[in-house]
């Protein structure tokens, strides 16, 4: 066992799977008809990543994260990203001080737990660039002055992937920062009902409390990290990245950041089973919504109707999958 890690027992991991169900299903009260979609969101928070939800208005984007802001009772900030807004605007500006004659710290958006980025697409590529250092880092440099951001933080941005007037597109820089794209869609004809039924008449959001706090989360984070992922099921995830990067109809493949946070999306999820390692079926799981806006088709494929995700499909029917009883 390594240094600084703590035993873990099987009643340590149904505990943990029973508080990230309880967050899943406390978010689903709320978002209605979308668990797997929630599960995923969970997920990345666990795993310290960050979530890109690329979908049409209307659809639950900004509920998700207010839903999960107070089911973990941590604090929530929402930035509307338009052309006029300022990188500082983001992170934080000094102020000067008449009285103490010296230049005061007003920290910025970005300073939350939860942080709703909605239509991030709609602000320019200074602005955006504003959230590459907190998003990776977890802290903000200002004049010189760093600043550490607190624990949990997760950024939720959200972009409209039909309305192109007066955006910019994210640069694959930001891309690559997103740990999982995740697209909620329109649910199913019963969920609608459903949702009709309930926030028809008012917002279900005043109605959750929260099941957790920040040092509880925090906790799911460290005990995730401590996962198990056999050598075997390290070569796995890479030669997956490896078979994107070699495609002759991939221009641009996944990154070694990808393979890392495949790699911890798939101990998250795992640890949500009440696990302590890891499978190939939590990999394929995830490949999807951590690789495809990774990913970037050649022009001649995407003429041919080919997209990165009938392409990543392929790619996981035929690299090998490593044997059961050689994964442990």
Same mark, same amino acid.
């Given at each position: 066992m390594e240094v600084g890690v703590e035993q873990r027992t099987a009643t340590d991991w149904e505990h943990f799977a029973e508080?990230?169900?309880?967050?899943?299903?406390?978010?689903?009260?709320?978002?209605q008809g979308k668990r797997r979609e929630v599960r995923l969101v969970v997920a990345?928070?666990?795993?310290?990543?960050?979530?890109?939800?690329?979908?049409?208005?209307?659809?639950?984007?900004?509920?998700?994260?207010?839903?999960?802001?107070?089911?973990?009772?941590?604090?929530?900030?929402?930035?509307?990203?338009?052309?006029?807004?300022?990188p500082s605007d983001v992170t934080g500006v000094n102020v000067f001080n008449q009285e103490q004659g010296d230049f005061d710290f007003k920290p910025g958006a970005i300073f939350a737990n939860i942080v709703l980025?909605?239509?991030?697409?709609?602000?320019?590529?200074?602005?955006?660039?504003?959230l590459l250092e907190s998003m990776e880092e977890r802290q903000v440099t200002v004049d010189t002055e760093t600043y550490q951001l607190g624990s949990p933080f997760m950024v939720i941005a959200t972009q409209n992937p039909i309305e192109h007037e007066g955006t910019y597109p994210l640069p694959e820089a930001q891309l690559d920062r997103f740990m999982m794209r995740v697209s909620l869609g329109y649910p199913d004809a019963d969920a609608e009902m459903d949702i009709l039924a309930t926030h028809g008449v008012a917002s279900t959001l005043e109605d959750i409390g929260p099941v957790t706090d920040a040092p509880g989360v925090t906790g799911l984070i460290r005990m995730a990290r401590? +996962?198990?992922?056999?050598?075997?099921? =390290? #070569?796995?995830? +890479?030669?997956?990245?490896?078979?994107? =990067? #070699?495609h002759p109809d991939v221009y641009l493949g996944a990154s070694p950041r990808a393979s890392i946070m495949l790699l911890r999306a798939s101990r998250a999820l795992a640890a949500s089973d009440g696990r302590d390692y890891v499978i190939p079926d939590d990999v394929k799981a995830l490949a999807a919504s951590v690789?495809?806006?990774?990913l970037i088709a050649t022009a001649d494929a995407s003429m041919r109707g080919r997209s990165v995700g009938v392409i990543l499909d392929e790619l996981l029917d035929e690299v090998p999958v490593p044997v059961k009883g050689k994964t442990a």
């Open positions: 508080r990230f169900r309880a967050i899943e299903e406390n978010v689903d009260r709320v978002v990345g928070l666990v795993a310290e990543g960050h979530i890109l939800i690329e979908d049409v208005p209307g659809v639950g984007k900004t509920m998700l994260a207010k839903a999960l802001a107070r089911s973990i009772d941590c604090s929530f900030r929402r930035i509307q990203f338009t052309p006029d807004l300022l980025g909605d239509e991030i697409n709609r602000a320019s590529p200074k602005t955006q660039s504003a401590e +996962v198990h992922v056999a050598p075997t099921l =390290r #070569r796995y995830v +890479v030669d997956l990245s490896d078979a994107t =990067r #070699r690789l495809t806006h990774r």
